[in-house]
Structures are given as structure tokens and as C-alpha cells.
């Protein structure tokens, strides 16, 4: 069955540093998003991509997050300066249509020092 | 403002036990509901969907769940537990004219005892 992939799996990084955590969506799927969790805390969704566009993102998503699908498989999150409160689980999903199911990938723990 | 409500953060029972987890949402407009499930060490998953039709759905390994209108519910149902359902639940909204965000309560952490 296909699925979502993430790498890295964890990553630990200085605060002010950039940092570029990368998805493979499903391969059919044409929606994409980027949600996080900070430790016990609910999952907040970010953003979610469409036709190399962003269709929709939340008040987290500031100037110091973007979005990017590079090539026809990879769709990535980047964090210009990282920031303490950014350490979090961050979870990519993809769907086939904006109101489908939306199938996650295993997260990205990230840990900004 | 729009939210999502999990009723119990952490449910402890015994296998064979019937499980209910209750979910209430507040939204303006029409919603899509689903219940996903976060076994331990795993990803995200779904367990089930409503999007119209029949109000009780049914889901992978024996769950169900009721979509109440009126009350704004959409509560999660297992007659008999296993220690395999030992995950983390986490229902989710979604508005039907939006672009797919989820907006998920805090989850429900259960934990089932042989």
C-alpha cells in the first residue's frame, strides 16, 4: 500500500538555524499539508499546497515557514531561523482531493536547542 | 471560534469492554468528521469518515461512529476492546467548502489492560 514518507526521522538543530524537513506524498495524490504537534499539545495544521500553490495557512505559518514541491515527488518544509518554540512533531499528508482522506507520514521530531 | 472537543484525555479499561469516546465540534457550516488512530510508534491513520448519508458509520477493526447533527457529535464506538486498540485517537473536522485543513481535538490516549 502506498504511503507518505518523511525524512529525516528526528532532527536537532541550534536555534536561528534553517532547517528543511522533506515529505514524498502519495504519488496520485495532488493535495498536500504540513501539520505539527508540540509535545502534548493538539496536531495544528500549518499549510496545505495545491498546483504549486499554497491554498490555505494557519497564523503559525509566518513569514519564517515555507513550502515547496522542488520536483514532481518531494514536498518540503522549510524554517528560515528556528526558533525554540518550534520544536515540535511535524507531520506531512496528502489527499487525493482537498475533502478526501488524508493519509500522514510517520513525522519529523524536531528539536531546536 | 471554531473547535474541536474531546471529552477524556485518557481512558484506561479492560479487554472485552465497550469503548465510547466522545468528539463535539463547533463550526459554522457543513463538516466532514473523522476519527484517526495513532498506534504506538506508528503514523497517523484513519479509522473512519463521514462526509453525508447514513449518520453511523462504520470504520476499520470493528469501530463506529454516530454523526448527531443537533447535538454536534460525532462520537466513537467499540463494543468489545482488544489490547491491540491501545492507541492514541484524535477526531477531526473539516469544512466541505475549505481546502481540506483538519482541525483535530487533543486526543483521547487509551490504554487497554489484558
Known amino acids: 500500500e502506498p504511503e507518505v514518507t518523511q525524512t529525516p526521522s528526528h532532527q536537532v538543530t541550534q536555534m536561528g538555524q534553517e532547517v528543511i524537513l522533506r515529505c514524498v506524498p502519495i504519488?496520485?495524490?495532488?493535495?498536500f499539508y504540513w501539520y505539527r504537534q508540540i509535545l502534548g499539545q493538539k496536531v495544528e495544521f500549518l499549510v496545505s499546497f495545491y498546483n504549486n500553490e499554497i491554498s490555505e495557512k494557519s497564523e503559525i505559518f509566518d513569514d519564517q515557514f515555507s513550502v515547496e514541491r522542488p520536483d514532481g515527488s518531494n514536498f518540503t518544509l522549510k524554517i528560515r531561523s528556528t526558533k525554540l518554540e518550534d520544536s515540535a512533531m511535524y507531520f506531512c499528508a496528502s489527499s487525493v482531493r482537498p475533502q478526501e482522506t488524508q493519509y500522514f507520514g510517520p513525522g519529523t521530531r524536531l528539536l531546536v536547542l | 471560534a471554531q473547535s474541536v472537543s474531546q471529552h477524556n484525555h485518557h481512558v484506561i479499561l479492560s479487554e472485552a469492554a465497550s469503548l465510547e469516546l466522545g468528539c463535539n465540534y463547533s463550526?459554522?457550516?457543513?463538516?466532514?468528521l473523522f476519527w484517526y488512530v495513532q498506534y504506538p510508534g506508528q503514523h497517523l491513520q484513519l479509522l473512519l469518515k463521514y462526509f453525508s448519508g447514513d449518520p453511523l458509520v462504520k470504520g476499520i477493526k470493528g469501530f463506529e461512529a454516530e454523526f448527531i447533527k443537533s447535538k454536534f457529535s460525532f462520537n466513537l464506538r467499540k463494543p468489545s476492546v482488544q489490547w491491540s486498540d491501545t492507541a492514541e485517537y484524535f477526531c477531526?473536522?473539516?469544512?466541505?467548502?475549505?481546502?481540506?485543513?483538519?482541525?483535530f481535538g487533543a486526543g483521547t490516549q487509551v490504554v487497554v489492560t489484558p
Open positions: 463550526y459554522g457550516g457543513t463538516v466532514n
Open positions: 477531526a473536522v473539516t469544512l466541505t467548502d475549505s481546502w481540506g485543513k483538519l482541525q
Open positions: 504519488s496520485n495524490h495532488l493535495y
